[in-house]
């Protein structure tokens, strides 16, 4: 009881000081974002902003939050719903540095505020900072330069994907953070026993296209350790998910079939090279 009633008085003090806004406190990943990226807002812990209006912001990392945005203010809303209990009275030592918001905005300039709700209702801004988003857009001119204007994605291409004429054997597809990607290759070897390459480490040629080197990797077991593994074999990917008529980089067209869940690749591996194969995401 004693606990309580000293975050509730904390919380009292705090409603009569005032809000103030802070400029410190947040980082944005990446630092430079498009529209198609996928950005991380941290909060770089309670020492970063000083004391807060809101003492309880700096000592409790509030699970539950409400996001909204409204005339290019994104509003990070923590609600502090635990009575929590402190040893003798005394509070830890201030949250350290998490995330708070991961997600995609459309391009524009945005002003990020984080608040916090005591137990009283009461709302309290203790970090804010400005993310501007660039859009992914690129003339045809810029597309046919990748040297000058980096190509990048325009969606995510995650999945399961399988040949469309064949099942059995496939490719799986991570992209984090709207561009790296991860791509796993499953096939069989001449003896017929199963074989995966790890393909990573790649480029994106166009905003459609992405290639990338392979290795095979062997190891001793579930629970070897990492020095164990051992490269013994290496191949390639080179994945289009749009039709290019012209050979030009940068002329990619749709078409007809949705680019997310159509794939052309050329693939080696196992001393063998399979080109212009189609494959289907099936999850």
């Known amino acids: 009881m004693h606990c309580v009633s000293v975050r509730l008085a904390v ?3 705090a ?5 103030s806004a802070s400029a410190q406190g947040l980082a944005f990943s990446p630092a430079n974002p498009n529209d198609t990226d996928w950005i991380t807002i941290r909060f770089l812990g309670g020492s970063s902003v000083g004391a807060p209006d809101n003492p309880l912001c700096a000592y409790a990392n509030a ?3 409400k996001v909204s945005v409204s005339n290019n203010v994104l509003r990070i809303e923590l609600f502090d719903e635990n009575p929590g209990v402190w040893p003798g009275g005394t509070p830890p030592a201030p949250v350290g540095a998490h995330d708070v918001w991961a997600g995609r905005l459309i391009a524009g300039g945005y002003r990020v505020e984080l608040h916090c709700t005591n137990q009283l209702g009461q709302s309290f801004q203790y970090a804010s900072g400005a993310l501007s988003v660039a859009s992914s857009y690129m003339t045809r001119a810029e597309r046919r330069n990748p040297a000058a204007y980096p190509p990048h994605p325009l969606i995510n291409y995650s999945g399961h994907w399988t040949p469309a004429d064949e099942l059995g054997w496939g490719l799986i597809i991570q992209q984090v953070d709207g561009r790296q990607v991860a791509v796993t290759l499953f096939t069989y070897g001449s ?7 790890f393909c990573g480490g790649g480029r994106w040629e166009t905003a459609f296209t992405y290639r990338s080197s392979c290795e095979r990797f062997q190891a001793n077991g579930f629970g070897a350790s990492p020095g164990s593994l051992a490269v013994t074999g290496t191949g390639s990917v080179y994945l289009r998910f749009a039709l290019n008529s012209t050979g030009v980089p940068g002329d990619e067209q749709v078409g007809f079939s949705p680019p997310e869940n159509s794939l052309v690749a050329d693939i080696v591996a196992e001393g063998r090279a399979i080109s212009s194969k189609r494959f289907v995401r099936i999850r």
């Open 63 to 65: 699970a539950y939050r």
């Open 191 to 197: 003896d017929t026993r199963p074989v995966w390459y």
């Open 15 to 19: 409603m009569f000081l005032g809000a």
């Open 11 to 13: 919380a009292l003090i």
